[in-house]
């Protein structure tokens, strides 16, 4: 009887706690719409700032124009004026001679008089100008009745779920604190030749898929829970990033080949589904809302977005360089801005862009040898980008503007260039692949961070 006492206590203390994480994901949630609204509004004003602008620029032409227009005329009705008075006097004179001569050197500046009137009486001399509705905003508009989806997750009442405390405070000033728990010795595990991970992925909360760009290969399921690597699978050339798209199935870059690979997770066991060409050397790969987000290329690069069968939505290159070497990318949670960090010479810098390609803000590192590598963003929104160079300070934290955050790493590092990060937003553990000898060392091991506020 104790023990069942002590048990419905435990659980009344767990439907308090859940009671507590309600009100705080209801807060959080009601402060995304209303961001996602104020955001849509700044987004219509600079579209209504950019309309008004080019009409009043337009009406300022046609109002100089039309003045320029008046001063021409107002100068040759004085000179007409002028030329029949000087016509009149020499007729009451009666100056013959210099009559003719006048009358010939008029009769010529009249002809090019004539010649003017008829410029300026054109009919596109002056156009009126309309206001033409942008038709597919207004039938975006219509389409969606709604301004965004609630998403629910089953959670269990005996689950211990972590829930961001409330705070005043925004999270991008208040100190992430990282915490190195575990080292994972990858080539240790996984066999014959050391392993470039150049990509990972949490499916589940407890496995991570990684690829392999070594000579290997290959495409890895380590397994959180028993500390090894569980699956593998061979492709013809060396995979790149990977993104998780729903249950157990991912997808993989594979740059040589110019393609995408489908997979999935069946009891452990990596299995391939298909592949799509979408001839781009591609690199970072993304996924949000049925559509994949592709770094692609170098000097220039772009950035592609498609859906599942391959067809391209968006492809943002610009008219001049936008990128260099765009690595790697990510859609924040809102999937209203997509991040790229562009990692090489002679630009270092992570750019936020909207789904236009438009590029809303940006961070570049202070130091210029910084190489920019992996990002990821956690549950309050801000992101973590890997750098390499430095052994020590090569993690940084942005908020979701691109602007610097408080970041401290407790826990022993090494000599560490850190590549390739994920993040489960469910255990708030963080897993990054690292080298130990520079930039152009093999990503064979992975630390293992847990990530705490304070």
């Known amino acids: 009887m104790k023990a069942l006492e002590d048990n419905y206590k435990s659980q009344i203390k767990r439907v308090k706690d859940e009671m507590k994480a309600i009100s705080q994901n209801h807060d959080g949630v009601m402060k995304a719409i209303h961001q996602f609204r104020k955001e849509i509004s700044t987004l219509l004003d600079e579209m209504e700032k950019r309309v008004v602008e080019e009409a009043d620029s337009m009406f300022r032409k046609q109002q100089t124009d039309l003045n320029s227009l008046s001063t021409d005329v107002q100068e040759i009705t004085d000179e007409l004026t002028e030329k029949q008075?000087?016509?009149?006097?020499?007729?009451?004179?009666?100056?013959?001679?210099?009559?003719?001569?006048?009358?010939?050197?008029?009769?010529?500046?009249?002809?090019?008089?004539?010649?003017?009137?008829?410029?300026?009486?054109?009919e596109d001399v002056f156009q009126t100008v309309s206001f033409v509705k942008n038709s597919d905003i207004?039938?975006?508009?219509?389409?969606?009745?709604?301004?965004?989806?609630?998403?629910?997750m089953k959670t269990s009442m005996g689950e211990n779920v972590p829930v961001m405390k409330p705070t005043s405070t925004p999270f991008q000033d208040m100190m992430l604190n990282l915490e190195v728990v575990?080292?994972?010795?990858?080539?240790?595990?996984?066999?014959?030749?050391?392993?470039?991970?150049?990509?990972?992925?949490?499916?589940?909360?407890?496995?991570?898929?990684?690829?392999?760009?070594?000579?290997?290969k290959n495409v890895k399921c380590?397994?959180?829970?028993?500390?090894?690597?569980?699956?593998?699978?061979?492709?013809?050339?060396?995979?790149?990033?990977?993104?998780?798209?729903?249950d157990d199935k991912f997808v993989v870059t594979v740059p040589v080949d110019r393609s995408i690979h489908f997979m999935s997770l069946r009891n452990q066991r990596i299995v391939f589904d298909c592949k799509v060409n979408i001839n781009e050397l591609c690199y970072g790969i993304a996924y949000s809302r049925d559509k994949l987000?592709?770094?692609?290329?170098?000097?220039?690069?772009?950035?592609?977005?498609?859906?599942?069968?391959?067809?391209?939505?968006?492809?943002?290159?610009?008219?001049?360089?936008?990128?260099?070497?765009?690595?790697?990318?990510?859609?924040?949670?809102?999937?209203?801005?997509?991040?790229?960090?562009?990692?090489?010479?002679?630009?270092?810098?992570?750019?936020?862009?909207?789904?236009?390609?438009?590029?809303?803000?940006?961070?570049?590192?202070?130091q210029a040898g910084k190489y920019l590598r992996g990002i990821c963003e956690l549950n309050?929104?801000?992101?973590?980008?890997?750098?390499?160079?430095?052994?020590?300070?090569?993690?940084?934290?942005?908020?979701?503007?691109?602007?610097?955050?408080?970041?401290?790493?407790n826990g022993k590092?090494?000599?560490?260039?850190?590549?390739?990060?994920?993040?489960?937003?469910?255990?708030?553990?963080?897993?990054?692949?690292?080298?130990?000898?520079?930039?152009y060392g093999t990503n064979c091991r992975i630390k293992m961070v847990k990530v705490d506020w304070c």
Request: charged share 25%; hydrophobic share 35%.
């Open 222 to 246: 380590y397994d959180i829970v028993q500390k090894k690597i569980v699956s593998e699978i061979k492709l013809d050339n060396s995979p790149f990033d990977v993104a998780a798209l729903m």
């Open 138 to 152: 207004i039938d975006m508009l219509n389409n969606n009745k709604q301004l965004g989806e609630l998403i629910t």
């Open 85 to 122: 008075k000087c016509l009149d006097n020499l007729i009451q004179r009666n100056c013959l001679d210099k009559l003719f001569v006048e009358i010939k050197e008029t009769k010529k500046r009249v002809e090019e008089m004539r010649l003017k009137q008829k410029q300026y009486t054109r």
């Open 380 to 409: 309050d929104g801000t992101f973590l980008v890997c750098m390499n160079q430095d052994n020590q300070n090569n993690l940084r934290r942005l908020s979701d503007s691109c602007k610097p955050c408080k970041l401290i790493i």
């Open 293 to 366: 987000v592709v770094s692609c290329n170098v000097n220039p690069g772009k950035v592609l977005v498609f859906d599942l069968q391959g067809k391209i939505f968006q492809s943002f290159c610009g008219d001049n360089i936008l990128f260099s070497y765009p690595r790697y990318v990510t859609v924040n949670t809102a999937r209203t801005y997509i991040y790229v960090s562009d990692w090489c010479y002679p630009v270092k810098v992570v750019k936020q862009l909207d789904w236009q390609g438009n590029v809303i803000n940006t961070y570049q590192p202070a």
């Open 413 to 439: 590092l090494g000599r560490w260039y850190p590549e390739a990060v994920a993040y489960c937003k469910k255990s708030r553990k963080l897993y990054v692949s690292y080298s130990e000898r520079g930039l």
């Open 182 to 216: 575990e080292d994972i010795n990858l080539n240790s595990l996984s066999g014959n030749t050391e392993c470039n991970i150049t990509g990972i992925e949490v499916i589940k909360s407890d496995k991570i898929v990684m690829c392999d760009h070594s000579d290997n």
